[in-house]
């Protein structure tokens, strides 16, 4: 089942669908409609669900604690990259490489939990 | 065939807006760099998961919350995400807030006016609401199948 491969393309479903087993999750934000302009989280909640579903520890997850998670997510991602910014700003380059990422990894405590996972 | 968790990734045109933001412009990022981080971040959310879980449990509790979230984040060393996050969920909060009270208000004003005159239009807005509803009754607990 290329569940990966599907949600890469998937349709823009805006709602969460319970129904579907989160496989065709939206690949677009979804963006609060009431606030106009204020969008809390970029990544959809319903992909991050499917991650909190996978641990077969976790029995409930409240919404609020889904958000969370998916901001925490974005902050994760501006962090790591401006970390990963500053090796490539010593090597003089303008674009991000794979081996930046790696150097992060070792350099920053924090990120130890990411060693071997990403081979 | 056995699904890894890894593979669960977030979608990569909102990873990549996420980088080029916090990048400074002009600053590019390689496919492989970015499908990287995409799948750090899928990693990010299963490790902090399983934390905030340890968090529920210890209070004797199924349910993962939001105070579990931020407790995982400070026992994985981002403190500093912790304020940002809290800000971020009071905000959500009052949204979910003004969601309620809007479709509350709505169903008021459906109330008042006469059914025979509403019927059309209140057919449209009874499937939008009961969309809302079903999500509010999920509101504080989400069903997550084992």
């Given at each position: 089942m290329a569940a990966a491969a599907a949600a890469a393309a998937g349709?823009?479903?805006p709602r969460e669908e319970e129904a579907s087993g989160g496989?065709?999750?939206?690949?677009q934000a979804q963006a609060p409609?009431?606030?106009?302009?204020?969008?809390?989280?970029?990544?959809p909640l319903a992909r991050v669900k499917a991650l909190v579903k996978a641990d077969p520890d976790v029995t409930l997850a409240g919404q609020e604690a889904i958000f969370i998670l998916a901001r925490a997510a974005e902050l994760f991602v501006e962090t790591i990259a401006k970390d990963a910014y500053c090796c490539a700003q010593q090597g003089k380059r303008k674009t991000l490489q794979r081996r930046d990422l790696d150097n992060a990894i070792e350099a920053v405590?924090?990120?130890?939990?990411l060693e071997g996972t990403l081979d | 065939m056995a699904e890894r968790p890894e593979d669960l990734n977030l979608p990569n045109a909102v990873i990549t807006r996420i980088i080029k933001e916090a990048l400074p412009d002009g600053v590019n990022i390689s496919k492989e760099a970015r499908s990287a981080i995409s799948r750090a971040a899928s990693v990010f959310v299963l490790y902090a998961t399983s934390c905030a879980n340890n968090f529920a449990m210890k209070g004797k509790r199924k349910t993962l919350n939001a105070s579990d979230v931020l407790s995982a984040m400070e026992e994985m060393e981002f403190q500093r995400f912790v304020a940002p996050l809290k800000e971020a969920l009071e905000a959500y909060r009052r949204e979910q807030k003004g969601k309620k009270e809007a479709s509350e208000q709505k169903k008021k004003d459906r109330d008042k006016k006469t059914d025979s005159e509403e019927q059309d239009k209140s057919r449209e807005d009874e499937d939008e609401d009961e969309e809302r509803l079903d999500e509010e009754e999920q509101n504080e607990e989400e069903e997550v199948d084992n």
């Open positions: 349709s823009g479903t496989e065709a999750a939206a690949p409609t009431s606030a106009p302009g204020a969008r809390l989280s970029r990544l405590d924090e990120f130890a939990f | -």
